[in-house]
């Protein structure tokens, strides 16, 4: 069992910047992938990035260049440093870790972005 709190939402204006933490505890011994997805009002949840053990990164096209991925392994942290937001990025965004087959997920933090 792996449990994640997301925390580091919060409202912000265009432009601006704000960095997510992901906390994980449990069997994180057993992580191989973390990552942040994010779910705007009436759409599905989507794939913002994610770090993979051993050092490798992905970004959605949408927030490339923009969002940053990194971890902190002595810390059981994930980090997503987000800059140049904008409102099209509000959304509640969640921490996911997964172990082997299964997925676990954070219950999440709203990052607001006003115009």
């Known amino acids: 069992q792996v449990q994640l709190v997301e925390s580091g939402g919060g409202l912000v204006q265009a432009g601006g910047s704000l960095r997510l933490s992901c906390l994980a505890s449990g069997s994180i011994f057993s992580i191989n992938v973390m990552g942040w997805y994010r779910q705007a009002p009436g759409k599905q949840r989507e794939f913002v990035a994610r770090?993979?053990?051993?050092?490798?990164?992905n970004y959605a096209d949408s927030v490339k260049d923009r969002f940053t991925i990194s971890r902190d392994n002595a810390k059981n942290t994930v980090y997503l440093q987000m800059n140049s937001l904008k409102p099209e990025d509000t959304a509640v965004y969640y921490c996911?870790?997964?172990?082997?087959?299964?997925?676990?997920w954070g219950q999440g933090t709203q990052v607001t972005v006003s115009s």
């Open positions: 770090s993979i053990d051993g050092g490798s990164t």
């Open positions: 996911l870790a997964t172990v082997g087959g299964l997925v676990y």
